[in-house]
């Protein structure tokens, strides 16, 4: 029983920045990890990065280390992707997602995760 509310996206032109932020409520004491998932027109979705509800371990994908970076607010219950140097391969629909199991370790699985929010796209520009 969580309810997540995602904001954000837009459209910017190629080494932009945004904000993505997720907003829990619910069930948030359930929650493991928080992750961010994308999915591009024609592609098939795909785990972005993730924090653990605790805020004590996070995992972010190859592909956007470095200019990618997740945290947290838990008095807000939110949870953030702060994204630089956007590029156009980064355009995609952008999900949060809950996973609720109690785990060791983050899942890259998008199986994983039981409850999504609606997405948010994000367009970038060359």
């Known amino acids: 029983q969580v309810q997540l509310v995602e904001s954000g996206g837009g459209l910017v032109q190629a080494g932009g920045s945004l904000r993505l932020s997720c907003a829990a409520s619910g069930g948030t004491s359930n929650i493991y990890a928080m992750g961010w998932f994308r999915q591009a027109p024609g592609k098939e979705r795909e785990f972005v990065a993730a924090?653990?509800?605790?805020?004590?371990?996070?995992l972010i994908v190859d592909s956007v280390k470095g200019r990618f970076t997740i945290s947290s607010d838990n008095a807000k219950n939110t949870v953030y992707l702060q994204m630089f140097g956007l590029k156009p391969e980064d355009t995609a629909v952008y999900y949060c997602?809950?996973?609720?199991?109690?785990?060791?370790?983050?899942?890259?699985?998008?199986?994983?995760?039981?409850?999504w929010g609606q997405g948010t796209q994000v367009t970038v520009s060359s």
């Open positions: 924090r653990t509800w605790s805020g004590t371990s996070s």
């Open positions: 997602a809950a996973d609720v199991w109690r785990r060791t370790r983050i899942g890259t699985r998008s199986s994983l995760y039981a409850y």
